[in-house]
């Protein structure tokens, strides 16, 4: 069993609609991650949380440290948004992050 | 604008070769890492660095070098010895080797493909 997972693996979306991603984790962690991976494969950090709720824009990141669960939310989802999201744990035992094996996300026009 | 180079973007290579992945960083971070993406896995860490002139194995090493002799720079070697050597390779930053989550900065990685 990986120490995080990830869900749905992939998802369509029709351009506006509401999108949720879920990551469980199963490890002690300090922070947790959420990436966004486009096609070139380069990525970059959207949010890093260790409690509550972090909003950026259209996005928005939750977490639930009791249920050891977190979400990533994106609202009025547009093409662009098209990439892959990678939830990634920063385990509190040591130099060693634990990563969900990500979620493609399409939107349609 | 300070960020993680990775070059090359494409590399091909023939089996049973060594090659070098070049990962370069101008954010003055102390640590560095390298990982390895396959499809439908998480990205798994093959070596980090903390400090100059110091690394460490991570998951998968085996088939793999790296070296640290400068703070901007950890290259990574893919040698004859990986089994499976064709995959995605990201490197990544971190500010303080302490909080290895703090300014945390991938790459825009390299894809390897032995032939």
């Known amino acids: 069993k990986n120490e995080v997972e990830q869900s749905p693996q992939n998802l369509t979306a029709q351009e506006g609609e509401f999108i949720t991603i879920n990551c469980s984790y199963s490890v002690g962690i300090s922070a947790l991650h959420w990436l966004q991976q486009h096609p070139g494969g380069g990525i970059v950090s959207l949010f890093m949380?260790?409690?509550g709720k972090k909003k950026h824009g259209r996005l928005i990141a939750t977490i639930n440290i009791q249920e050891k669960h977190s979400s990533l939310h994106i609202t009025a989802s547009h093409p662009r948004d098209s990439a892959v999201y990678i939830c990634a744990a920063d385990s509190n035992t040591g130099n060693q992050f634990y990563f969900g094996t990500g979620t493609s996300l399409t939107v349609i026009p | 604008d300070g960020g993680i180079t990775q070059s090359p973007k494409y590399l091909f290579r023939k089996e049973g070769q060594n090659v070098t992945l070049s990962c370069e960083q101008n954010?003055?971070?102390?640590?560095m890492y390298w990982y390895r993406q396959d499809p439908g896995q998480g990205l798994r860490l093959i070596y980090y660095s903390q400090i100059v002139n110091d690394f460490q194995k991570g998951d998968i090493a085996e088939g793999y070098s790296v070296s640290r002799e400068k703070k901007e720079s950890f290259p990574l070697t893919v040698t004859s010895a990986q089994k499976n050597p064709t995959a995605f390779y990201l490197c990544?930053?971190?500010?303080?080797?302490?909080?290895?989550?703090?300014?945390?900065?991938f790459g825009s990685g390299t894809r390897l493909t032995v032939v």
């Open positions: 990544a930053s971190s500010i303080d080797n302490s909080r290895p989550n703090y300014g945390y900065t």
């Open positions: 949380l260790s409690s």
């Open positions: 954010l003055n971070h102390d640590a």
